[in-house]
């Protein structure tokens, strides 16, 4: 017996699986971080963090933080700082992932700043970052030029 459930889920449900709508990244330890939707990385408080453009990750003041490639976040260092379900990065150990918490309604994110471009993404080190995933991406809530942005 099949049955269909999509007519019960919310299309902005943050499921802990990657979706066509939203991915769910976590950090070295399983725990859920930051949602990446539509290019935005937003914080679990719905507040945008930061960008994707192709496979670089800006700051919300277009500071170049990282790389995405094939599911995993890198520091600038090629580091994997964080993971998406599904990824898999040879001689390293993902950790099983938590459910992630609810998210808030997301904030409406701001402009790509100027010069935020596509730089050229180097292979990753199969280690972990010493850098924690949730310090990638200032928040910049007291920055002005960030809030005119917005």
Not at 14 to 36: C, D, F, I, M, T
Not at 42 to 64: A, K, M, Q, S
Not at 108 to 129: K, N, Q
Request: proline share 8%; charged share 25%.
């Amino acid at each position: 017996m099949n049955f269909d459930l999509s007519d019960y889920l919310r299309d902005d449900t943050p499921w802990h699986r990657a979706s066509p709508k939203e991915q769910v990244l976590y950090n070295k330890w399983g725990k859920a971080v930051y949602r990446l939707r539509e290019g935005v990385l937003y914080d679990y408080r719905g507040r945008p963090r930061g960008f994707i453009v192709v496979t670089t990750v800006f700051d919300l003041r277009g500071e170049h933080r990282g790389f995405w490639r094939n599911l995993i976040v890198s520091d600038r260092m090629r580091r994997v700082i964080g993971f998406a379900l599904g990824a898999r990065i040879e001689g390293l150990v993902l950790p099983p992932i938590e459910i992630p918490p609810l998210s808030y309604r997301d904030l409406p994110a701001p402009a790509l700043p100027d010069g935020a471009v596509a730089l050229e993404c180097p292979a990753f080190v199969s280690a972990w970052s010493m850098m924690q995933f949730e310090n990638l991406l200032p928040s910049f809530e007291d920055d002005e030029a960030v809030k005119e942005n917005q």
